[in-house]
Structures are given as C-alpha cells and as structure tokens.
Nanobody, 118 residues
C-alpha cells in the first residue's frame, strides 16, 4: 500500500499563510493527488487537486488564495494557503488516486488541523 504523510498544519491569524505537504510512496503510479477538508456537521469537500500531467483544479472559495503543486518524481503534493480566513478552519486530508488499472482504492492521509483565528 501507499501510506501518506501530511505536515504543515497549525494555528494562524486571519490573513496569514500556511503550507501543507503530503508525501506518498514513489513505488507505484499515482494519477492524481489532492486536498480535502472537513468540519463538524459538514461533508468533506474537495479543496484542490492536481493530475499526473500537472492540471489543477480549485474550489471556488479558495481560488486566488490557495495554490496546489506537485513533485511527480517524489509523489509529493503541496498546498500553499495565503490570505487565510476563519472559514478555512478545518481538518485537511491528503488524497492520492492510484492508476485505475491497478484496481486499488484511494489512499488518505491522517488529517492535519488548520485553525485560523479572528
């Protein structure tokens, strides 16, 4: 299997920045990686994703503030979060999608807490 290791969460003031990282094993092909977030009482939502070829997608609520990037050789994905708002407070989960031909399910990180005050 491909374990995912997340880092970079924490407590920050409104308007500040954080950078999340997620590293997967490089042994198998990963087609897409992304970041989801979840708060109590709400469904988990997709924040940003990046494909193996580098195409990116963002939730409307974070466009212009967050940037996702990927190091394909290392199967590592990053989320640069700028101009953070209290509404961004959530547990953020890394997701990786193995090549569909393998017949494997998605891999998930353990979650990292992001808290934005004020």
């Amino acid at each position: 299997q491909v374990p995912l290791v997340e880092s970079g969460g924490g407590l920050v003031q409104a308007g500040g920045s954080l950078r999340l990282s997620c590293a997967a094993s490089s042994i198998i092909r990963i087609d897409a990686m992304g970041w989801y977030r979840q708060t109590p009482g709400k469904q988990r939502e997709l924040v940003a994703s990046v494909t193996r070829r580098g195409y990116t997608s963002y939730a409307d609520s974070v466009k212009g503030r967050f940037t996702i990037s990927r190091d394909g050789a290392k199967n590592t994905v990053y989320l640069q979060m700028n101009s953070l708002k209290p509404e961004d407070t959530a547990v953020y989960y890394c997701n990786a999608q193995p090549y569909s031909g393998y017949g494997l399910g998605d891999y998930w990180g353990q979650g990292t807490q992001v808290t934005v005050s004020s």
